[in-house]
């Protein structure tokens, strides 16, 4: 499917989704998660050093836009990307800026 190809609602939700991620700290988030990784809060946010209550600000959002899904096991809910293919954004971005 081409970007000429999609309709307008359908634009504005991919929109939504790069505002998501178009944060420091949320491609951080997505970058532990590639690879079908599953991760809780709190492993995400003492992989990154901040604090718990920022990352579950950022997890919101980008589980708001459709950039991750949760799954409830006991006591902990896991993260992971709603569509794998999300991780060549991340991808595409470390790339383009190491050519700069």
């Known amino acids: 499917m081409k970007i000429k190809d999609l309709d307008a609602e359908l634009l504005d939700k991919a929109a939504g989704m790069l505002k998501a991620i178009a944060h420091p700290m949320r491609i951080a988030i997505l970058s532990h998660l590639e690879d079908g990784k599953m991760l809780t809060v709190t492993e995400i946010h003492k992989l990154l050093n901040i604090e718990?209550?920022?990352?579950?600000?950022?997890?919101?959002?980008?589980?708001?836009?459709?950039?991750?899904?949760?799954?409830?096991?006991g006591k902990n809910t896991f993260y992971y990307l709603k569509h794998n293919s999300l991780r060549n954004i991340v991808d595409c971005v470390s790339k383009c800026t190491i050519a700069s």
């Open 52 to 73: 718990q209550s920022t990352t579950s600000h950022h997890l919101g959002i980008l589980k708001d836009k459709g950039v991750l899904s949760s799954k409830r096991e």
